[in-house]
């Protein structure tokens, strides 16, 4: 439908990019609705060129050069100055209802039955479920609670800094009110709880229509060889699932990277795809549903210090699991079958 929206934001390069391949992906799954994408002024223009290419609508917002409402709280919160370019979003008054998406999901499957939920649905938090999480939620623009959010991110904050605080602490009742508000956490499937609970990734992770690359590390810190379809980063700080991460890489590497040289021509630019030498692999098989320890670098190639009990824990309670090691899917998974026998 014309008046409905899926909507994202990004304020630089780099998610935008993650933008482009939330884009592509619900092209690909052949979304009826439009595509909105709120940008920084910091998005340069090939980037914004070629989010024109897969967006209906590419709005710049800047709430420290606004002279609207939201550059008025910003200067009583400028803690708040990201969370209140995201709530930008509500001012989309063409619209009808839209569904946020943040830049840093990846459609697997088509979602438009997503427009048969009301403001404000959203699937609950892993680390809090009694608070839902901002990165997936469904909104009905409305310049009258547009300025309710900004009058109330002015006088009360956020209680986590970010725009989740004070979407939960607006929207205070959804926990309780109404359960046709609690989008099934398939629709954002955070890669890190995939961790927490592994027999449910086992049992209900095949329907998962949404996926959620939470944490500092997003799939764009990584690089990618196409042709060996492998991918390189950082074993210690990845939290996502190599199979999603493998299918986000494969959608840039193949859709969006040929746009974005088109767009560059001969400036150079860093597209994250290159050719690895072996030394550099951290394989991620495609085939494979579940990561496989021998595909790491071994103990033997990788010396690392042995944590005791106390420390994997307190590790984990930080979110710094050693997922690709130690703490891989496999060698957790295994732990638990010997449980569940």
């Known amino acids: ?85 995201k709530l930008h979003c509500w001012t989309l008054t063409h619209y009808s209802k839209c569904v946020f998406m943040d830049a840093d999901t990846l459609v697997l499957s088509n979602i438009d039955e997503l427009f048969d939920r ?53 929207f205070n009742n959804w926990a309780t009110a109404d359960i046709s508000k609690h989008l099934p956490f398939i629709y954002n499937l955070s890669s890190i709880a995939i961790y927490t609970y592994l027999p449910a990734f086992k049992q209900y992770g095949g329907n998962a229509k949404v996926v959620h690359f939470l944490g500092k590390t997003k799939p ?31 959608l840039y590497s193949s859709d969006i990277v040929p746009m974005l040289h088109e767009q560059y021509g001969d400036q150079p630019f860093h597209s994250g795809c290159v050719e690895f030498q072996h030394s550099e692999m951290v394989t991620f098989e495609s085939e494979q549903v579940f990561a496989q320890v021998e595909n790491f670098p071994s103990q033997e190639q990788v010396p690392e210090p042995q944590l005791s009990s106390d420390e994997r824990k307190e590790k984990w309670e930080q979110g710094q699991a050693d997922y690709m090691g130690v703490d891989s899917f496999d060698n957790i998974k295994k732990k638990l079958d010997t449980f569940l026998k």
């Open 118 to 170: 009301e403001e404000l649905s959203a699937a609950p938090d892993p680390g809090w479920p009694d608070c839902f999480n901002s990165g997936v939620f469904v909104f009905s623009p409305s310049v009258e609670t547009y300025g309710k959010l900004l009058q109330y991110s002015t006088e009360h904050g956020s209680f986590d800094g970010g725009d989740q605080g004070v979407l939960n602490g607006f």
């Open 1 to 85: 439908m014309a008046d409905q929206a899926f909507v994202t934001l990004a304020t630089n390069d780099n998610y935008a990019r993650g933008a482009m391949v939330l884009g592509k992906s619900l092209r690909n799954h052949n979304t009826s609705k439009k595509l909105v994408a709120l940008i920084g002024p910091q998005v340069s223009e090939p980037c914004q060129s070629v989010l024109k290419m897969i967006f209906d609508e590419v709005r710049v917002v800047d709430v420290m050069d606004s002279g609207d409402t939201a550059h008025l709280a910003m200067m009583k919160r400028p803690d708040l100055g990201c969370t209140f370019t």
């Open 220 to 250: 764009w810190s990584y690089t990618y060889d196409p042709k060996a379809k492998q991918i390189a980063g950082s074993t210690h700080e990845a939290t996502t699932h190599p199979t999603f991460l493998l299918d986000w890489w494969t």
